[in-house]
């Protein structure tokens, strides 16, 4: 599998605008502080209901398809979830796991309480590829930004993980606090931290026939302090026992490395000691990074003359 871009950031102006629909959300339905967020107080304060029935089918899709007229936003995977505009319904593939089954929740109402959304489509569906973070359109990556911060109330998570010891675990743990997935925890942990730190995603290691096994990069996620610093574009795409991350990669029974040293060196060839340490709960595998000490430059010596 290729790499994931995580491009599901916005503009400075656009994520001010849809934190701010977050927060009115939260307001309207009178959860803030409320953890986990209620879903049945936000979707009432969106102004739709959840169908808990498994009616995605071919046949459901295609009467809703019709009603759409030309106001459709059609899937190109398989439906997850679907926002109806004109009857104000939402309906999520029941098979789901429940923390993922909560996202698309969030997501389709998004589409119901965005101002700017409500009106574009009559029927919106959605699938892995708009809910992902790798989404490509505007629409979708505004309703997933929505969803997450409505998921994590702004910065609560941020704020609740602060105090605690910088760590894969101290997301992990808060992830039940907000019924919320580990990936999207961890995902939150990193990018709203305010320390220079990184989390590579991978795929699961793929064991190999002779010995030793390969994972491959999915998605780099980081923090404004480690994109300033490094240039993420510059991650390995693969990963064996003979590299320093590699061996990190934890195998069999074990779910986790331990917190280990390494370095990296900068794109300004400045030399950053760091503390690595990964988890895996078998979907994929996290190497959470953060540098704990800038050494600058190696120094050359010469000989004196």
């Known amino acids: 599998m290729s790499q994931l871009p995580d491009d599901s950031s916005l503009t400075p102006a656009q994520l001010a605008k849809v934190k701010a629909e977050a927060e009115r959300a939260l307001r309207e339905a009178g959860v803030i502080g409320v953890l986990p967020t209620p879903l049945d107080e936000i979707l009432t304060a969106a102004r739709v209901q959840e169908i808990h029935e498994d009616v ?4 459901f899709l295609t009467k809703l398809r019709k009603k759409a007229d030309k106001k459709l936003k059609q899937a190109l995977s398989k439906v997850l979830g679907v926002f109806d505009a004109v ?3 939402i309906f999520v593939d029941q098979l789901l796991a429940p923390v993922k089954k909560r996202f698309i929740s969030l997501h389709e109402a998004a589409h119901g309480f965005l101002p700017w959304q409500r009106s574009m489509y009559r029927i ?3 699938c892995d590829k708009s809910l992902d973070p790798e989404a490509a359109d505007l629409f ?3 309703a997933n930004v929505f969803a997450s911060e409505v998921l994590f109330q702004n910065d609560t998570f941020h704020d609740l993980a602060v105090d605690k010891p910088f760590e894969i675990w101290t997301p992990i743990r808060l992830a039940k606090k907000f019924d919320a997935s580990l990936y999207s925890s961890i995902r939150q942990y990193v990018s709203k931290s305010d320390r220079c730190c990184v989390v590579l995603v991978l795929n699961p290691p793929q064991l190999l ?3 030793g096994f390969r994972a491959t990069l999915r998605r780099v996620v980081s923090s404004s302090k480690f994109a300033t610093v490094f240039d993420n574009s510059r991650w390995p795409q693969t990963y ?3 590299d320093r991350i590699g061996r990190m ?3 069999g029974k074990r779910r986790s490395s ?4 390494l370095s990296l060196t900068d794109a300004n060839g400045d030399r950053h000691d760091c503390i690595a340490e990964s988890f895996t709960q078998k979907h994929q595998v996290f190497i959470l990074i953060h540098v704990t000490e800038t050494l600058g430059r190696p120094k050359i010596i010469l000989p004196a003359s």
Do not use: A, C, I
């Open 56 to 59: 995605l089918n071919d046949s």
């Open 87 to 89: 009857s104000s319904l």
């Open 124 to 126: 919106v569906e959605d």
């Open 140 to 142: 979708d990556r505004e």
């Open 209 to 211: 026939e002779h010995f």
């Open 240 to 242: 064996t026992p003979d």
């Open 249 to 251: 990669v934890p195998l």
């Open 258 to 261: 331990g917190k280990q040293e």
